[in-house]
């Protein structure tokens, strides 16, 4: 199933996307047609699979379920979301919706046949404990087992083959009718696994790369990520572990995690984790951070580590939310894409280029892991496969630092996200900004990833305008191109035929070989993507 492995993720909870009315009015409006606007968005994100939060007919939040056939009335209809699913599919991006199927919404079909016919509905044994001789607070004149003490979630009894008959149907419906791609399985954790192998079964049946995960907050990963059951789940301890471990200054934690999950003889290298750092139950990760600039690595580690990493809709910006003691809504709010509250773009753009490295190498994708070196605020960490080796160097201290470690051969370490290159002879030492990363492809001197073509800055955010920018005349010192490589200018000569100047510098990386370029070009303004920059801007 390497599509799953060639993902990048993107969450979303489509009622509060959509800006639906907490309580089903039912009337039909097709709110979630304003996903063609975000098309765009995915695109720049490298985003190639969407994951659906529940859109079928429901009373209030999506998990109360009424219909599991029909498209919830506040989003729009079947038709609408037929047609949704056709154009995602036309741009290459992959639909993975919520299986909710643990429990229902008091208004599904079944359950008000039992408050009209009590003891002779034919839907007596669709639910869990229902006991015709006690009562709850609705006063129906009868109790039952709601989800984790939530009466509003009717558990359902999947031993019932009615019950999943009736499930396994509405699968097979939105496989066919609609080419869905995967499942979310909700409380995942609280169902019967003999109706997980029946839905495999089934699913792959109609699709063969059809993908499974579920919903699991604690426990030992293997017993629903299996052969026989579902293909992954939600790698909540890594999610904890990468806020954590930023905010304790502690990179020991995460890098525990990790080992203890993927590296040699970890306990989970059979799975391809389901990564986030949050999603609309958790608090947004730009909240749950003491210090905001720790983002950009939070979201390398993501990106790097093993597993198919998912970004919750909004949080490419850094939106804040926190959940109340009595609602989630503040993490699922409604979005404009033309009026986002106060993006930062520089993680947006960070992220932009993380998509893109972690496509471009395979390493990330497919390789093994292994920790090289670990200190509270610095942690390098190796990825390999047989075709490449790679090693992620993080800082999350406030001060610039040296992370030296042992390397696996020799050649030249080349960062994926800027092309600055280091020598690496069985050893590196390489220089580390604060709060920042660094993504190092072991090569021969030749490695190139051209990344910066689908970086966006909006002009309107931009300092760097054409009424601002000026041309700098050129001194003795540092420079980075414009594509990321820094150099030494270590002197101005001229041309012995034409007296024109020329600048004379030498590369800060490699072998440090010296270049000569004319004066007017080193100080030339150039643009890229709309924005007006230096062709080298001056360090220091």
Same mark, same amino acid.
């Given at each position: 199933?390497?599509?799953?492995?060639?993902?990048?993720?993107?969450?979303?909870?489509?009622?509060?996307?959509?800006?639906?009315?907490?309580?089903?009015?039912?009337?039909?409006? *097709?709110?979630?047609?304003?996903?063609?606007?975000?098309?765009? %968005?995915?695109? $720049?994100?490298?985003? /190639? &699979? =969407?994951?659906? #939060?529940?859109?079928?007919?429901?009373?209030?939040?999506?998990?109360?379920?009424?219909? *599991?056939?029909?498209?919830?009335?506040?989003?729009?209809?079947? %038709?609408?979301? $037929?047609?949704?699913? /056709? &154009? =995602?599919?036309? #741009?290459?991006?992959?639909?993975?919706?919520?299986?909710?199927?643990?429990?229902?919404?008091?208004?599904?079909?079944?359950?008000?046949?039992?408050?009209? %016919?009590?003891?002779?509905?034919?839907?007596?044994?669709?639910?869990? #404990?229902?006991?015709?001789?006690?009562?709850?607070?609705?006063?129906?004149?009868?109790?039952?087992?709601?989800?984790?003490?939530?009466?509003?979630?009717?558990?359902?009894?999947?031993?019932?083959?009615?019950?999943?008959?009736?499930?396994?149907?509405?699968?097979?419906?939105?496989?066919?009718?609609?080419?869905?791609?995967?499942?979310?399985?909700?409380?995942?954790?609280?169902?019967?696994?003999?109706?997980?192998?029946?839905?495999?079964?089934?699913?792959?049946?109609?699709?063969?790369?059809?993908?499974?995960?579920?919903?699991?907050?604690?426990?030992?990963?293997?017993?629903?990520?299996?052969?026989?059951?579902?293909?992954?789940?939600?790698?909540?301890?890594?999610?904890?572990?990468?806020?954590?471990?930023?905010?304790?200054?502690?990179?020991?934690?995460?890098?525990?995690?990790?080992?203890?999950?993927?590296?040699?003889?970890?306990?989970?290298?059979?799975?391809?984790?389901?990564?986030?750092?949050?999603?609309?139950?958790?608090?947004?990760?730009?909240?749950?951070?003491?210090?905001?600039?720790?983002?950009?690595?939070?979201?390398?580690?993501?990106?790097?580590?093993?597993?198919?990493?998912?970004?919750?809709?909004?949080?490419?910006?850094?939106?804040?939310?926190?959940?109340?003691?009595?609602?989630?809504?503040?993490?699922?709010?409604?979005?404009?894409?033309?009026?986002?509250?106060?993006?930062?773009?520089?993680?947006?753009?960070?992220?932009?280029?993380?998509?893109?490295?972690?496509?471009?190498?395979?390493?990330?994708?497919?390789?093994?892991?292994?920790?090289?070196?670990?200190?509270?605020?610095?942690?390098?960490?190796?990825?390999?496969?047989?075709?490449?080796?790679?090693?992620?160097?993080?800082?999350?201290?406030?001060?610039?630092?040296?992370?030296?470690?042992?390397?696996?051969?020799?050649?030249?370490?080349?960062?994926?996200?800027?092309?600055?290159?280091?020598?690496?002879?069985?050893?590196?030492?390489?220089?580390?900004?604060?709060?920042?990363?660094?993504?190092?492809?072991?090569?021969?001197?030749?490695?190139?990833?051209?990344?910066?073509?689908?970086?966006?800055?909006?002009?309107?955010?931009?300092?760097?305008?054409?009424?601002?920018?000026?041309?700098?005349?050129?001194?003795?010192?540092?420079?980075?191109?414009?594509?990321?490589?820094?150099?030494?200018?270590?002197?101005?000569?001229?041309?012995?035929?034409?007296?024109?100047?020329?600048?004379?510098?030498?590369?800060?990386?490699?072998?440090?070989?010296?270049?000569?370029?004319?004066?007017?070009?080193?100080?030339?303004?150039?643009?890229?993507?709309?924005?007006?920059?230096?062709?080298?801007?001056?360090?220091?």
């Amino acid at each position: 199933m390497n599509w799953i492995k060639e993902s990048v993720m993107y969450n979303i909870y489509p009622l509060g996307f959509a800006g639906a009315p907490r309580e089903n009015d039912f009337k039909l409006e *097709y709110r979630l047609d304003k996903i063609y606007d975000w098309i765009d %968005n995915f695109k $720049k994100l490298g985003i /190639n &699979t =969407l994951v659906f #939060n529940p859109v079928f007919e429901s009373t209030r939040h999506g998990y109360d379920t009424i219909d *599991y056939y029909k498209i919830d009335s506040r989003l729009g209809d079947n %038709n609408s979301f $037929k047609e949704i699913c /056709n &154009t =995602l599919h036309e #741009n290459g991006i992959r639909i993975i919706l919520d299986g909710v199927f643990n429990h229902v919404g008091r208004d599904f079909f079944a359950f008000k046949d039992i408050q009209q %016919n009590r003891e002779n509905s034919q839907y007596c044994s669709w639910f869990m #404990n229902l006991n015709f001789w006690g009562n709850n607070h609705y006063n129906d004149g009868f109790c039952y087992e709601g989800w984790a003490g939530h009466i509003d979630l009717v558990k359902l009894n999947l031993d019932n083959s009615q019950v999943a008959d009736h499930l396994i149907n509405a699968v097979k419906f939105w496989i066919e009718e609609f080419g869905i791609d995967g499942l979310r399985l909700d409380a995942a954790d609280c169902i019967n696994l003999e109706f997980f192998k029946r839905l495999r079964n089934t699913c792959l049946s109609l699709k063969s790369d059809f993908w499974l995960y579920g919903e699991i907050t604690s426990g030992d990963y293997n017993r629903w990520a299996n052969d026989d059951i579902l293909h992954s789940v939600t790698n909540y301890e890594c999610y904890k572990g990468i806020y954590s471990s930023h905010n304790d200054h502690n990179y020991f934690e995460i890098a525990h995690s990790l080992n203890r999950q993927f590296g040699d003889g970890g306990i989970y290298r059979n799975i391809y984790t389901f990564n986030f750092v949050d999603n609309h139950d958790v608090n947004r990760i730009s909240s749950m951070l003491k210090e905001k600039q720790h983002l950009n690595n939070v979201h390398t580690i993501l990106y790097t580590m093993p597993g198919v990493p998912c970004i919750y809709y909004g949080s490419e910006w850094a939106i804040e939310g926190t959940r109340t003691k009595h609602s989630d809504y503040e993490l699922r709010p409604c979005l404009d894409i033309n009026n986002i509250p106060n993006p930062d773009y520089d993680l947006y753009n960070h992220l932009c280029k993380l998509s893109k490295v972690r496509k471009a190498l395979p390493a990330l994708k497919y390789g093994n892991y292994k920790n090289i070196n670990i200190k509270n605020e610095q942690l390098v960490y190796m990825r390999q496969c047989d075709s490449q080796t790679v090693y992620v160097a993080l800082n999350l201290s406030s001060y610039d630092t040296n992370i030296d470690f042992n390397i696996d051969g020799n050649g030249v370490l080349t960062d994926a996200l800027t092309g600055e290159k280091f020598e690496a002879n069985g050893y590196a030492n390489i220089p580390i900004k604060p709060c920042s990363s660094k993504i190092l492809v072991l090569n021969d001197g030749n490695f190139e990833l051209d990344i910066d073509e689908e970086i966006i800055i909006p002009i309107e955010n931009n300092t760097s305008t054409i009424d601002t920018i000026e041309k700098l005349p050129v001194r003795l010192g540092k420079y980075r191109h414009f594509k990321g490589n820094e150099y030494e200018v270590i002197g101005i000569a001229k041309d012995s035929e034409t007296l024109e100047e020329t600048v004379v510098y030498r590369a800060l990386y490699g072998e440090g070989e010296l270049w000569v370029r004319s004066k007017s070009n080193f100080e030339e303004i150039v643009e890229r993507d709309g924005i007006r920059m230096r062709r080298f801007e001056p360090i220091d």
